[in-house]
């Protein structure tokens, strides 16, 4: 069988193409792709070809923001037939590579990697990947999590809690955590600046304040900051002067850029955290900042196992809303200026693809 994809056959070209699909195993399924979103970070670096991934072996296919409905499926997995999935890429091409596959008519995928949409639209189920990236770094930076391990910066040290309190993030997946926010006993005021806002930093702002944080958020292009949820929105470069005392237990950095991280590291209060959840090509920050106020640095790769269900119950249940985060939306034959927008257009925060 071949299905129409979005392939890149070399940087900086985007073609519509048909391609062929290998047969299904007895654990895969067959969807017939409704919708698919343009990540504007992974696959701006794939059509650059600068992505530093095994994978990047033109002609590629990229995407990983997939929801459809499955169609077909192998003995082992019936129980699938006609529900409504997000699936995070393509595992059954013949002579193209998947990066990571998603921006096609039709994709093969093990069962095991579908994530039911249940209550959601397809439009919120879209994304899924991103929010539930969010969602992570939202728990690296210990905002979404219980007991001790949240504690203010300015009232117990980093280095006094227990090693289990930093690196539990099966404390984290109890329904509960999702649904009420109000029994979490961290303090109310725990404060918290996410840089930039774009669609991670839009859906890690929205994880935060939905936790009982204090969240205040920056960016550079206010078309962005005109989608915002926050306490307040801050300039994106601090004022010039002596250092004002640091407010923010935790910066969540959502550029990807040193420079906007190293201009804001004295905003954290002494024994602050830092979570990079953006993408950089090196670490490079000044040391001065981060000695004196002897903050942590944690890097949040993506979403953990069962962070994908768990963004979707918050979506479902109301906890966080995102129906103003997708911004344009264009036919998927119409790729290459889709891409384009997605790319370029500061207006565009979100660009979805429409396959049926």
């Not at 409504?84 to 998603?102: H, I």
């Not at 539930?132 to 219980?146: E, N, P, Q, W, Y």
């Not at 725990?190 to 890690?204: D, F, R």
């Not at 944080?213 to 929105?233: C, E, G, K, N, P």
Request: charged residues 20%; contains cysteine.
């Amino acid at each position: 069988m071949d299905t129409k994809a979005i392939v890149m056959p070399a940087a900086g070209r985007i073609e519509v193409q048909r391609v062929e699909l290998k047969p299904l195993g007895p654990d895969d399924v067959l969807i017939r792709t409704s919708l698919t979103s343009i990540s504007a970070g992974t696959e701006r670096m794939l059509f650059k070809g600068i992505m530093p991934h095994p994978m990047l072996q033109f002609p590629v296919v990229p995407g990983y923001e997939t929801v459809g409905q499955v169609v077909e499926a192998g003995q082992n997995a019936r129980d699938w037939l006609g529900k409504r999935v997000y699936v995070g890429g393509n595992y059954g091409f013949v002579g193209v590579n998947p990066a990571f596959g998603g921006q096609s008519e039709f994709i093969v995928a093990p069962a095991s990697h579908l994530t039911e949409l249940q209550s959601l639209t397809d439009e919120q189920g879209v994304l899924l990947a991103l929010a539930a990236t969010a969602l992570h770094g939202v728990d690296v930076g210990g905002i979404s999590s219980t007991g001790q391990q949240v504690a203010r910066s300015d009232q117990v040290g980093l280095d006094n809690m227990r090693p289990a309190d930093l690196t539990r993030p099966a404390d984290l997946t109890r329904p509960a955590d999702l649904t009420r926010p109000a029994d979490l006993t961290r303090p109310d005021d725990l404060t918290t600046l996410v840089l930039g806002q774009g669609i991670v930093g839009q859906l890690a702002a929205r994880f935060a304040k939905a936790y009982g944080a204090v969240v205040h958020v920056t960016d550079q292009a206010q078309a962005r900051l005109r989608h915002s949820v926050a306490d307040a929105i801050v300039p994106a470069e601090p004022p010039p002067g002596p250092p004002r005392p640091g407010a923010y237990d935790v910066l969540v950095d959502a550029t990807g850029k040193m420079e906007a991280i190293a201009s804001h590291l004295l905003s954290v209060k002494k024994g602050g955290r830092v979570v990079l959840l953006g993408y950089y090509d090196r670490i490079d920050l000044p040391y001065m900042p981060a000695f004196l106020r002897e903050l942590t640095f944690a890097v949040s790769k993506e979403w953990a196992p069962g962070d994908l269900a768990r963004a979707r119950d918050a979506i479902a249940s109301g906890l966080i809303d995102v129906s103003n985060l997708i911004t344009h939306h264009l036919p998927a034959d119409e790729a290459p200026r889709a891409f384009e927008l997605a790319f370029n257009d500061p207006e565009c925060l979100k660009m979805v693809l429409v396959w049926k």
